[in-house]
């Protein structure tokens, strides 16, 4: 070989391994990036998955479980936080509600972060940015965007084609890194299928009455603004005995709920409901219900970010939701919401609407199952909604500063593995 | 079963270093295309495997 074509290859690879450091320090940061968040003084005790799915133990799947128990008989609802990471209005709508939940009937269980390690890395192939911010009195806070799947770090290869286990269905494969299409999971099975698993054994394990699962729709999917919960469940024992997937209407119904609360809602934002379909197995609507005896809803909320037809994805159309291109599509009448560029749909109204959205189901369950009522307060979408009109950052005015000393005792530092003392202590 | 998703998920990192180790040696010794748009591509395209064995994307 030349000496001067050994130079090239020389300053042509270092090149390389420079881009390589610069595009790795930024995928370390996002992998490694810490959130805090205090949690309210009606913290009573704090789970990790690995104590429902003890392999899940020092991966990256493990997550915190924080729970709230007045000790008042009631009911027991659970909440879950991203289970789709880039759909971050779901997190901090769980942020919002640890920080500021006050319970006096029942118990609440919440998990920020059902897919902490699909919150650790962007979606493949679509360029945007790492981070959002929310500025309250004390600072900025920074926090994830995700991907919508667990990180190929910790889950790698995918099969050809997923199977869903027990239902036998076939799924697209990358849904195999899916958290809302491995449910109801395997105890031994892949991460997701686990951490699916140990979110199943938290609703039996606890004797949950309600769940509900947080997401966010582009405004093209039909079922974006809606509640989602099940008609009919399966007969589990007639499918464990002789495989054929039975379906009857229960004594307690999701859907009677969900639709009392979305026309409750109607006043304040547009909330549809759907029937969970029996037929596409996986989702949290339809397994949550079929694998345990709690009453199941899935929330979504008009995310346009993850609309494939949007402008630039900046941190403003996440935080704003603001795109010239979606507003024509909607004047033609292709979307699934009645969108409107001047308000957009901004993170605090899709935060909210999952505030008050869970809220209003919380309500009716109580209301029409009194045995399973919970009393519980958080900030609500109107409160958030006057913050606004008065040019104040509703979001940030929830939050609580980590740093200042009344709050020490109760921050907790959401990662996949206990960080900090508190920890210790619940 | 978890014993299995490991070891299958540990070769593939094995397989992404070998796949590496195979570019760096096409980058400084091979015996058809020997433009530097050729070494631009072989240097470029081993960053993916770089950062997957080191752990990081």
Redesign the interface.
């Known amino acids: 070989?030349e000496k001067k074509?050994?130079i090239?290859?020389i300053v042509?690879?270092v090149?390389?391994?420079v881009?390589?450091l610069l595009?790795?320090i930024e995928?370390?940061q996002l992998?490694h990036y810490k959130e805090t968040i205090v949690a309210s003084e009606d913290l009573t005790e704090v789970k990790w998955f690995s104590d429902y799915v003890p392999?899940l133990k020092n991966t990256w799947m493990d997550t915190p479980v924080f729970i709230f128990d007045s000790g008042v008989e009631g009911g027991t609802v659970f909440v879950c936080g991203c289970p789709h990471p880039y759909e971050p209005a779901s997190t901090m709508a769980a942020y919002l509600m640890i920080e500021n939940l006050h319970v006096e009937k029942g118990k609440i269980i919440i998990v920020p972060r059902a897919n902490y390690s699909g919150s650790t890395?962007g979606m493949v192939g679509d360029a945007y940015p790492m981070f959002f911010h929310v500025s309250s009195d004390w600072g900025i806070s920074q926090y994830r965007i995700g991907d919508r799947y667990t990180n190929p770090?910790d889950?790698?290869?995918d099969p050809f084609t997923y199977v869903n286990y027990p239902s036998g269905q076939n799924l697209a494969y990358q849904d195999i890194r899916n958290l809302n299409r491995t449910y109801p999971g395997r105890e031994?099975?892949?991460?997701t299928e686990?951490a699916a698993y140990a979110v199943m054994e938290i609703i039996r394990q606890e004797n949950v009455d309600m769940a509900i699962d947080m997401h966010e729709a582009e405004i093209l999917y039909p079922v974006t603004s809606t509640y989602v919960a099940p008609a009919k469940v399966l007969d589990r024992e007639t499918f464990l005995e002789t495989g054929e997937m039975n379906y009857y209407e229960p004594e307690k119904s999701s859907l009677d709920v969900a639709m009392m609360a979305g026309m409750n809602l109607s006043d304040q934002f547009l909330m549809k409901s759907a029937s969970s379909p029996n037929t596409l197995h996986g989702l949290s609507h339809r397994e949550w219900a079929d694998w345990s005896d709690s009453l199941t809803f899935l929330m979504e909320t008009p995310e346009i970010f993850i609309d494939k037809i949007t402008g630039p994805r900046t941190e403003a159309l996440m935080t704003e939701g603001k795109d010239e291109f979606l507003q024509k599509v909607t004047d033609k009448g292709l979307t699934y919401f009645p969108y409107d560029m001047e308000f957009g749909t901004p993170m605090w109204y899709r935060t909210g609407r999952h505030l008050t959205g869970a809220l209003e189901v919380i309500f009716w369950a109580g209301f029409f199952y009194p045995e399973m009522e919970v009393q519980v307060t958080w900030p609500t979408y109107l409160e958030m909604e006057e913050l606004e009109k008065q040019g104040v950052d509703s979001i940030g005015y929830y939050l609580k500063d980590p740093e200042a000393a009344e709050n020490k005792d109760r921050a907790f530092t959401i990662y996949h593995k206990p960080v900090g003392e508190n920890y210790d202590k619940y | 079963m978890i014993f299995f998703e490991n070891l299958i998920h540990i070769l593939y990192f094995v397989m992404a270093g070998l796949v590496l180790l195979s570019m760096l040696k096409s980058l400084f010794k091979r015996k058809k295309n020997q433009g530097v748009v050729f070494d631009i591509m072989y240097a470029y395209c081993l960053i993916p495997f770089l950062l997957r064995i080191l752990y990081i994307k």
């Open positions: 070989m074509s050994l090239i290859k042509v690879l090149l390389a391994l881009l390589a595009s790795g995928f370390w992998r392999s890395e770090l889950q790698w290869p031994n099975g892949t991460l686990r």
